[in-house]
């Protein structure tokens, strides 16, 4: 059992910049983040592969958020720049084994989540 704890949401104003962490209690080979905001569906942000170091990006936080890996501790950030007022939502980590996909169904573990809230 795979266990995974977010850390690092807040309040900011738009063009700020958080730290979102995901500390796993073990290593998949496939950590991505996802968002939820109020009304919407969830929607995938950002992936990592942690054999080879690849990612993928959501054409929306493209240039603006970067999702790297700090391998000592099992963890994965996600650091978002610039932020808009539409990255506002619930932000989790999720986690598989295999291939990179966007697609929140194929992820078999889920943190409880951190909210994001930018402010105009």
């Known amino acids: 059992q795979v266990q995974l704890v977010e850390s690092g949401g807040g309040l900011v104003q738009a063009g700020a910049s958080l730290r979102l962490s995901c500390a796993a209690s073990v290593r998949t080979n496939i950590v991505a983040w996802f968002r939820q905001a109020p009304g919407k569906e969830r929607e995938f942000v950002a992936v990592y592969t942690w054999s080879g170091g690849s990612t993928i990006y959501a054409e929306s936080v493209r240039g603006r958020f970067t999702i790297s890996r700090y391998s000592a501790e099992n963890k994965v950030y996600l650091q978002m720049n610039s932020l808009k007022p539409e990255d506002t939502g619930v932000y989790s980590c999720?986690?598989?084994?295999?291939?990179?996909?966007?697609?929140?169904?194929?992820?078999?573990?889920w943190g409880q989540g951190t909210q994001v809230t930018v402010s105009s």
């Open positions: 999720a986690a598989k084994g295999g291939l990179a996909t966007r697609r929140a169904s194929d992820y078999n573990y």
